[in-house]
């Protein structure tokens, strides 16, 4: 039973890093990426990595696609008006 649902997880991780891959636009990307820590996590439970698990999920899960959707939303915004180039 172990073996299957690792199996599920890998295929589940594969699939959610090949979206990731092929999306062009960075707020999908993140959120696939997002979705991508979380079957990480959940393989890494299933392997009794419950340590790795939870770093995955508090990193990989949360923090990184939130860096990206942050940096996007800044980029997207540009430069304040008024600031000088210094």
Known sequence: MDEVLIAIAVVL???????????????RQSMVLSL??????LLYTFVQAPDV?????????AVTPLMILL???K???GPRSGSEDR
Do not use: E, I, N
């Open 53 to 61: 698990a939870l770093s995955q999920l508090a990193v990989g899960s």
């Open 71 to 73: 940096t996007v939303r």
């Open 13 to 27: 991780v594969a699939a959610a890093a090949t979206a990731a891959v092929f999306h062009r636009d960075p707020l």
């Open 75 to 77: 980029v997207k915004r």
């Open 36 to 41: 991508l820590g979380l079957f990480l996590a």
